[in-house]
Structure formats: structure tokens, C-alpha cells
């Protein structure tokens, strides 16, 4: 079956950018997504991109996909505080779309002054 | 629009009650899915539905009873809550099949003692 596998911590100073890193094990994955959680909240779609694609850009954002080494890798530049949160990457069959998702076990991204 | 409104926000339950975790939504989505968050393991899905009337299992369904007799609504049946069942439940809404923005409610948070 699907496996997506997160590093679980990552910590950045305001003004860096940060790299969350994500693999994956399904070849036959669509889309893959990068989700964010803020605390006690629901997942927000940051971006996502199809897999016969290689480089996503949406203004601080950049997703970059491998395909070879199944990784995908989210940039986010000039690093805010309130960019603290949880990110989640995940992917999706052609005929689930979002609807069904499997997820990483998530990022949590810390912002630090 | 409200968008995906999850009903309740926390519960307490003990080992062996029974509960509905309601969710609903405003948007005119023909599918919806509901997951459940672990720490260290992301969010896995339970059941989803591609429309009124159709409903099937996700990843991890045992213990769970799903319905889907409106549109706009697709409540989580807990039949007999174990401690294994202490979660945080998520539900979200995509337009269409292959649609790749799922909308997220904001959780319920349930412990089962």
C-alpha cells in the first residue's frame, strides 16, 4: 500500500526559508499535496502539483517534485512567524482526487525571532 | 458559506457508548470523507462517499458506521467506542471526483475512557 513518510521537526529563523521534506512509495499517485494545520484547527491546501510535473511556483511557495526518487519537497521563502504550524504532504489516485487522501505523518515547522 | 462545520467540538465517552460525530456542509460537494488524526501518524481515512446514497471504507473502518442520505450531510457512527478510538476525527468535502481542494471542519476531539 500508499506510505508517506515526513521528517517530524524542523526549525527556522524568521526571515530564512525553510524545506520540508516528504517521500513517497505509490508510483501510481496523481497529485500530491502539501497541507498546513495551525493549532486546533482544520488542514488548509497550501498547493499541490501533478505528478508529471516537476516545479510548482505560488508567490513564497515552491514545490519540487522528483518522480525518480519519489521525494517532494516544499520551499517556503522568507520564513514568517506566523508560517508556524504543522505541514502535511499527501497524495491521491487519479479517480479519488482529494477526496481520498493518504497522508504523511506531518512537519511541525517552528518559527523562531 | 460556513463551509464544513463539525459537530461536537470534544466529547468524552466511556468504553462501550455509542455516539454520532455529525458533520455537514454548505458547498454542494458530492464527496465527503471522514479521517482520523493520530499523533505520529498523520490522517488516516475511515469511510468517504462519492455522492447521496454511496458510501465506502477507507483504510481503517472497523468501529465505524457511516450514511449518506442528503447531500449535505454524512454523520460518523461510533458503535460501541473503545479506548483505540481516541482521536481527533476529521471530515472534508471535494466538489467532484478528481477534484483536488478537499475543505476540512475544524475536528472533533474524542476520548474514550
Known amino acids: 500500500g500508499e506510505d508517506v513518510e515526513q521528517s517530524l521537526f524542523l526549525s527556522v529563523r524568521e526571515g530564512d526559508s525553510s524545506v520540508i521534506n516528504c517521500t513517497y512509495t505509490d508510483s501510481s499517485s496523481t497529485y500530491l499535496y502539501w497541507y498546513k494545520q495551525e493549532p486546533g484547527a482544520g488542514l488548509q491546501l497550501l498547493t499541490y502539483?501533478?505528478?508529471?510535473?516537476d516545479m510548482k511556483q505560488d508567490q513564497r511557495l515552491t514545490v519540487l517534485l522528483n518522480k525518480k526518487d519519489k521525494h517532494l519537497s516544499l520551499r517556503i521563502a522568507d520564513t514568517q512567524t506566523g508560517d508556524s504550524a504543522i505541514y502535511f504532504c499527501a497524495e491521491s489516485p487519479l479517480t479519488g482526487g482529494g477526496n481520498k487522501l493518504t497522508f504523511g505523518t506531518g512537519t511541525q515547522l517552528k518559527v523562531e525571532l | 458559506n460556513a463551509g464544513v462545520t463539525q459537530t461536537p467540538k470534544f466529547q468524552v465517552l466511556k468504553t462501550g457508548q455509542s455516539m454520532t460525530l455529525q458533520c455537514a456542509q454548505d458547498?454542494?460537494?458530492?464527496?465527503m470523507s471522514w479521517y482520523r488524526q493520530d499523533p505520529g501518524m498523520g490522517l488516516r481515512l475511515i469511510h468517504y462517499s462519492v455522492g447521496a446514497g454511496i458510501t465506502d471504507q477507507g483504510e481503517v473502518p472497523n468501529g465505524y458506521n457511516v450514511s449518506r442520505s442528503t447531500t449535505e450531510d454524512f454523520p460518523l457512527r461510533l458503535l460501541s467506542a473503545a479506548p483505540s478510538q481516541t482521536s481527533v476525527y476529521f471530515c472534508?468535502?471535494?466538489?467532484?471526483?478528481?477534484?483536488?481542494?478537499?475543505?476540512f471542519g475544524q475536528g472533533t476531539r474524542l476520548t474514550v475512557v
Open positions: 502539483i501533478f505528478s508529471n510535473m
Open positions: 472534508a468535502s471535494t466538489a467532484y471526483e478528481g477534484n483536488t481542494e478537499a475543505f
Open positions: 458547498m454542494n460537494h458530492e464527496y
